[in-house]
Structures are given as structure tokens and as C-alpha cells.
């Protein structure tokens, strides 16, 4: 049993929709998305551990420990079944999450995951090192850095995810990139080509297709849904 709650708003009515977030982020980043999708699901945008208004608790920070916060929210709430959009460290958790519960999962979407921190482009990756190191020199003493150390930390240590673990996974999956996303091209063609049975979708924009281009990208994430 978790340690928290996981903090959350929801809309609408009809089988459940999770949406989560990416890093430092909450779940107002899906703005666009949870009115629009509850038209025909129950919508909970949800905050992660530590993001939010979700507290950090004393368990490990870390993707997989998100995903197990996730299967306790889904017990408390009596979901036996769920559709989730996962953008980014969210994608990760949601990736994560499916491949310990296929059972539990629907239908996935995986808007500008990764498998492993290879997976993100140099000029966005390497400023992220060294913002985690520079936090990570003062997180003994300024809770400030702490967090940011923790955050970025994700980026920088996880997921690790093996492309051939995703061989066994026939939950049907869309993979949402956008035209100039921070994941390598290589890395989401690694992923969608890795899954029996998923689809390959690419918007224009970059990383943050659902907040910048939310019409086009709702309507390809609604498609695939129904």
C-alpha cells in the first residue's frame, strides 16, 4: 500500500481516461485534453508523487515506484480496467505501469516517451545533467535543490526500460511524437516498431504537442481511443 495519495481533479462520465503529467509538471499541463475527452470518459488528471499537490512521502523516487503509486489510486478507486495518456515521464510510467499490469490496461497512449535516457537529444539532455548535478551539490541543505536533484534525477537515471520487454505487450498502443520532439526519431521507431500492436503518430510541434497543438493532437488520440 502507498505511502500517499495521489492527488487528482476529474471530469465527465463514462469508462476511466488517467492522464499523467511529464516532469514538474501537475495534471493542469492536459487542459486541452480533460474537457474535451470527457465528453465520453471520466477524466482524472493526476498529480505524482511529489508534483503538484500530491506529496513527496518517503518512498523511493523513482519511475516504477510512480507506476505502483498507480496501481494503488486504481485499487482505491475500484478501476479493474483503464485507458492512460501518459505524456513523457508519464509515457514512462505508463509504459512501465502496462508492462507490470497488462491485464489492467485498456488502451495506452505514449506521448514522447523513452525507454532509457539515450532515447533524448544531446542539446536537451546534457543541459539536464548538468542542472542535476549543480542541484545535486546543494540538496543537502536546501530543500529547493533536493527537489529539483530528485526531478531531474528521473531524466537523468531513468527509465530502463529493455525494447524486448515491449515484444510481449499486446495492449494496443499509440505512440504520439511531435515533428521536432526532444526524443530521438530512431528512439520512438525503436519503441512503436518494439510493441505487437501499436501505431505511430507524428504531429507538428515539438515535445509539447498537447498543450501547443491540442486540436490535432486530441483528434488522433481520439481516434485511436474509440
Known amino acids: ?14 469508462p476511466p481516461l488517467l492522464l499523467l503529467h511529464g516532469n514538474g509538471q ?10 474535451y475527452f470527457a465528453r465520453r470518459y471520466t477524466v482524472y488528471a493526476i498529480d505524482t508523487r511529489g508534483h503538484g499537490k500530491t506529496l513527496r512521502g518517503r518512498a523511493p523516487f523513482t519511475i516504477d515506484q ?11 478507486h475500484d478501476m479493474a480496467q483503464v485507458r492512460i495518456l501518459g505524456f513523457s515521464d508519464g509515457g514512462n510510467v505508463a509504459l512501465s505501469f502496462a508492462l507490470k499490469n497488462p491485464e489492467r490496461v485498456r488502451r495506452l497512449v505514449l506521448n514522447g516517451a523513452n525507454l532509457d535516457p ?3 537529444r544531446p542539446s536537451v539532455q546534457v543541459p539536464i545533467i548538468l542542472g542535476f ?10 530543500p529547493k535543490a ?40 530512431s528512439h520512438t521507431v525503436l519503441i512503436a516498431n518494439s510493441l505487437p500492436n501499436s501505431k505511430l503518430e507524428v504531429i507538428a510541434g515539438d515535445h509539447f504537442i498537447a498543450a501547443k497543438n491540442p486540436e490535432a493532437f486530441n483528434k488522433a488520440v481520439e481516434k485511436f481511443l474509440e
Open 1 to 14: 500500500m502507498s505511502d500517499i495519495s495521489l492527488c487528482y481533479t476529474m471530469q465527465g462520465a463514462g
Open 66 to 76: 510512480f507506476a505502483e503509486d498507480l496501481l494503488d489510486f486504481m485499487d482505491e
Open 26 to 35: 501537475d495534471g493542469s499541463y492536459f487542459s486541452h485534453q480533460s474537457a
Open 118 to 120: 539515450s532515447g533524448v
Open 146 to 185: 533536493k527537489r529539483n536533484a530528485e526531478r531531474l534525477g528521473l531524466m537523468v537515471n531513468h527509465p530502463h526500460i529493455d525494447p524486448a520487454a515491449l515484444e510481449d505487450l499486446y495492449v494496443p498502443t499509440l505512440v504520439i511524437v511531435g515533428t521536432k520532439d526532444m526524443i530521438k526519431d
Open 133 to 142: 548535478k549543480l542541484a545535486s551539490l546543494f540538496a543537502g541543505y536546501d
